[in-house]
């Protein structure tokens, strides 16, 4: 079967400890959650059929060792983790963002997986799959992406969950864009004494004007 692909761009990666890199995204269309604040709605439904050699020509084609699998939530689609794979064997370096509802064990090891754990602003936190926390590995890396003081607290009720299941991967504070401003995230971060990394999307601040391709 064909993945379902809504857009492959080159970029510089935002996000995650890998942000700043200049990186190839390819955008898989669906998604199983509807976050309250989701700024990829585009890629919930739109998308052409590709078969897997095309994607990865398409991605070779930028010349660039960093690409991305991201969504919508590109583990709905079966042929995804069989892209990943494909792609590690051609020597890429490849992350996958995913929503943290889906099962991840299937993905193969030598990937970063980067794994949103959802706040209650969301209105998507009770579909957290926790269990995830066992099946990561320390090189991959733990989001909470948080709009208001509630998610910030709630963001902190996981993290000995994460410390406990998950010891010494990465966890990422995300401010929620145009809801919560970054410094006042950085204030409790410092004053709690907390271990995470706080992360600004750095796409955002390069071309602001965008809602696509970055
Ligand atoms: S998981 Fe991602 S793509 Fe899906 S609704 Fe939430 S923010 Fe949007």
């Not at 078969?51 to 930028?62: A, F, G, L, N, P």
């Not at 991201?70 to 051609?90: F, M, S, W």
């Not at 410094?183 to 750095?202: K, M, P, T």
Request: aromatic share 8%; proline share 5%.
């Amino acid at each position: 079967m064909p993945l379902k692909v809504n857009e492959i761009f080159y970029s510089i990666q935002g996000e995650s400890s890998y942000a700043g890199f200049p990186c190839v995204f390819v955008r898989l269309a669906g998604c199983n959650l509807r976050c309250s604040w989701c700024d990829t709605g585009y890629a919930r439904e739109e998308g052409a059929p590709m078969d897997i050699w095309t994607v990865i020509e398409r991605v070779k084609s930028y010349g660039c060792r960093l690409v991305e699998i991201t969504g919508g939530e590109p583990l709905l689609q079966e042929e995804t983790t069989e892209l990943i794979r494909r792609l590690l064997d051609e020597e890429l370096q490849v992350l996958l963002e995913t929503n943290g509802s889906m099962d991840v064990s299937a993905v193969d090891r030598r990937c970063v997986k980067v794994v949103d754990v959802k706040c209650p602003s969301s209105g998507e936190s009770g579909r957290n799959d926790f269990r995830n926390l066992e099946r990561l590995t320390k090189k991959d890396e733990i989001k909470f992406v948080v709009g208001d003081r509630a998610d910030y607290e709630y963001a902190c009720e996981v993290l000995p969950l994460i410390r406990e299941r998950c010891p010494g991967s990465t966890v990422l504070f995300s401010p929620l864009s145009g809801r919560m401003e970054p410094r006042r995230l950085a204030g409790w971060v410092l004053e709690d004494r907390l271990f995470v990394r706080l992360q600004l999307q750095i796409h955002r601040v390069l071309w602001p004007e965008k809602s696509r391709g970055v």
